[in-house]
């Protein structure tokens, strides 16, 4: 059985009128190799006739973000030509990669209705060879997204990428990364076995949980060694968990705004590649 590290808590961080808990990084934790970044936008409620989400055309290179929509929806566009509105319980999968703009805001529909949100962002490295590749969108609705159900019923995994218990994610990335959802009822149990070389990251969104026989709640982030190979959680109440895991790149890291690469003088270029044009010309 693994062993619990450190519990880390997320931060608040609103951004505009949006009430946001930044997970990672935050004072006590850099990142997670390979996971870069997780913001936990809600859960609030808007009014009608709202603004919605703040997140206007803004570039990326060099990682993948990707989004969890738990409640409300969001209106993606980008540089690649991708478009969509993806509902409660779709996810956005977006490869930065060589660079391109895009825009997270709330569909017409909801900022005019307004309702519940929350939703979770999270950024995840690629590794140095794939930096620059093309980039590439996938938007995917709930019933995209395969479901396994086990102990009868009171914990369904939402398989978003790599493999869990048997079934094939819904995403296969260009690195190693298993991502996903899972919903617990309260005395819910699961056993998974992860391999001890790989990072795992352990978010809890909703309730409380007992992971190799320590306590969690809501807005932490579980941390642990590389010592065992096997997790063992069970739901002391209600709750949702985003699970990911993968093998470390061990790569240096440098990130400066919305660019991550492993050079300095790579960040430098992305600047200028950006302000060149070379990202693609935003429409609006």
Do not use: C
Request: charged share 20%; net charge negative; hydrophobic share 40%.
């Amino acid at each position: 059985m693994r062993t619990v590290k450190q519990q880390h808590r997320a931060v608040s961080a609103p951004i505009a009128d949006l009430v946001t808990y930044r997970a990672l990084p935050t004072e006590s934790v850099e990142h997670l190799d390979p996971f870069l970044f997780l913001n936990h936008h809600g859960p609030q409620t808007y009014k009608p006739n709202n603004r919605g989400l703040p997140f206007g055309p803004h570039p990326h290179r060099g990682f993948e973000t990707v989004t969890f929509i738990l409640e409300g929806d969001i209106m993606h566009e980008d540089t690649g030509g991708h478009q969509s509105i993806i509902n409660a319980g779709g996810i956005q999968w977006m490869t930065a990669g060589r660079g391109l703009i895009h825009a997270e805001v709330s569909s017409p529909e909801f900022k005019r209705t307004g309702g519940p949100l929350e939703i979770l962002q999270l950024w995840v490295n690629l590794p140095a060879k794939d930096k620059l590749t093309e980039p590439r969108y996938i938007g995917l609705q709930a019933p995209d997204i395969p479901t396994v159900s086990l102990d009868e019923g009171r914990v369904r995994i939402h398989a978003v990428s790599g493999e869990w218990a048997g079934q094939r994610g819904a995403v296969q990335p260009l690195a190693d990364i298993q991502l996903a959802t899972i919903d617990f009822q309260a005395g819910g149990q699961l056993t998974l076995p992860i391999p001890a070389a790989h990072t795992i990251f352990f978010y809890t969104i909703r309730g409380r949980l007992r992971v190799n026989g320590e306590e969690t709640e809501a807005l932490r982030l579980t941390e642990f060694n590389h010592d065992g190979d096997k997790l063992h959680i069970e739901a002391l109440t209600d709750a949702v968990l985003l699970l990911g895991h993968a093998q470390p790149f061990l790569e240096p890291i440098v990130a400066y705004g919305p660019f991550v690469m492993n050079t300095a003088a790579e960040i430098q270029q992305a600047y200028q590649d950006y302000q060149a044009g070379k990202f693609g010309q935003w429409r609006g």
